[in-house]
């Protein structure tokens, strides 16, 4: 699986705009890229994911280079629930089970 | 209305016990998974089931035994525990669909402290 690089914190402030970015130059072309977040003392929650186009749910945005190398995950309107580390993990399209990878991840604050 | 729930929550207990988790998913899944996350937060998978069958073990220490009686629970069952089996365990569920790896969803985790 690709390895991904993030930034180890980020601060944003509430009602802002929080973009945090993830680098994956490894990817190949059957890897998607997912987004997790970890707010503190709960288990991970699934938040978009996407292969090569933009996405966007009712959580957040995700937007994907041209060539794939990087990805930026947009949280329109940050809260300060949204405080929590967030894991960018890129996995092949079909594997035996979900052997999800979390690395080290962002830690995003949200400041009032 | 809990989708994947575990107990206990937290767990305390002293070296050599043998000690279970259970985990139960409403989501009507067919794969449940274990993962450990340790002290430096990293999350690792430890095992994953499908329809009761196992389907990944990742080279966790025989002292680890998980149980699937149906495919709504994956218990993890752990004999002689060691020091270093202190960790934060959440319990997952996803429903793989074809050509697509189906997003897991969390429990809460269980806090084992091993002194």
């Known amino acids: 699986d690709a390895k991904t690089t993030q930034p180890t914190s980020m601060d944003c402030a509430e009602g802002r705009a929080a973009n945090l970015p993830c680098n994956h130059s490894?990817?190949?072309?059957?890897?998607?890229v997912y987004w997790y977040r970890q707010i503190h003392s709960q288990g991970p929650q699934y938040i978009i994911h996407g292969l090569k186009n933009n996405e966007t749910n009712e959580m957040a945005s995700l937007i994907i280079t041209e060539d794939r190398k990087s990805s930026t995950l947009i949280l329109p309107h940050a809260t300060l629930r949204d405080t929590a580390v967030y894991y960018c993990?890129?996995?092949?399209?079909?594997?035996?089970?979900?052997?999800?990878?979390f690395g080290e991840g962002t830690q995003l604050t949200v400041n009032p | 209305d809990t989708a994947v729930s575990q107990t206990p929550k937290y767990l305390v207990t002293q070296m050599g016990n043998d000690k279970s988790i259970k985990c139960e998913q409403n989501?009507?899944?067919?794969?449940m998974y274990w993962y450990k996350q340790d002290s430096k937060k990293f999350l690792k998978i430890m095992f994953s089931?499908?329809?009761?069958?196992?389907?990944i073990n990742e080279t966790v220490p025989n002292r680890f035994s998980p149980k699937s009686p149906d495919k709504a629970h994956l218990n993890l069952h752990i004999n002689s525990l060691e020091l270093g089996d202190s960790a934060v365990y959440f319990c997952a569920s996803s429903h793989p669909k074809e050509g697509f790896n189906s997003p897991l969803h969390f429990g809460n985790g269980t806090r084992l402290t091993v002194t």
């Open positions: 993990i890129v996995i092949p399209l079909r594997t035996s089970g979900s052997r999800l990878t």
């Open positions: 989501l009507g899944h067919d794969t």
């Open positions: 490894t990817i190949s072309g059957n890897e998607y």
């Open positions: 089931y499908n329809n009761k069958e196992l389907i």
